[in-house]
């Protein structure tokens, strides 16, 4: 509460969406702050509202500058300023999935899903052997695991982890080949990087 209100003072304004978020638009210049429990990471187009924003904080409160950000939940920055390119990355972080789920050593597949492939409610378990066969998968896992990558930094996910989470309530043998299919993909392309370019 302190700090919210300290911010404010310095004329930030606080995300209705998500209050770790904090932005600050002067004069066509911009500031945004973003909280991670007891982290703060700075962004704007402008280096002296940010020096000034540093220097407000520091008077305000026991902080400790960590340089330049390259690594922030599980996300890997990459930032190449002479020809305006700035990369995210989550290389480790797949590769963390990869081994947790037993596929880091498997065959990688060129895409994730092709025309052909058929989810339905059908291939859901449907009798007792079935669901006993399912309740030692870690399906609702992995799947939260490839939708966390694909709201970060991998939007060729999107379609696939949409379908496979249809069935996180009831997933059937067939829908845990599905995931294992998408883990190969993701084995065969964990350098893929989100990247944005100065235009």
Not at 34 to 59: E, G, P, Q, R
Not at 93 to 99: F, G, P, R
Not at 170 to 186: A, C, D, Q, T
């Amino acid at each position: 509460m302190k700090f919210d209100e300290t911010i404010r003072k310095f004329g930030f304004n606080e995300n209705e969406e998500d209050n770790c978020i904090y932005a600050k638009f002067k004069n066509g210049k911009f500031i945004f702050l973003i909280m991670y429990v007891n982290d703060i990471l700075l962004a704007s187009s402008n280096v002296n509202l940010l020096l000034k924003t540093k220097k407000f904080l520091f008077s305000k409160f026991d902080m400790k500058n960590l340089g330049e950000t390259s690594f922030v939940l599980e996300i890997e920055i990459h930032r190449d300023r002479r020809n305006g390119v700035l990369a995210l990355s989550q290389k480790a972080y797949l590769e963390k999935i990869l081994k947790k789920y037993g596929m880091h050593k498997s065959k990688p597949t060129p895409a994730p899903i092709v025309n052909g492939d058929s989810f339905g409610k059908h291939q859901c378990p449907k009798n007792k052997y079935e669901l006993e066969q399912m309740k030692a998968v870690p399906y609702a896992s992995a799947v939260g695991s490839l939708q966390y990558a694909q709201v970060c930094t991998r939007p060729d996910l999107s379609f696939v982890t949409g379908v496979l989470g249809r069935y996180q309530s009831n997933p059937g043998i067939e829908h845990w080949k599905m995931v294992k299919k998408v883990l190969r993909y993701v084995r065969g392309t964990t350098g893929l990087m989100l990247t944005y370019r100065k235009s």
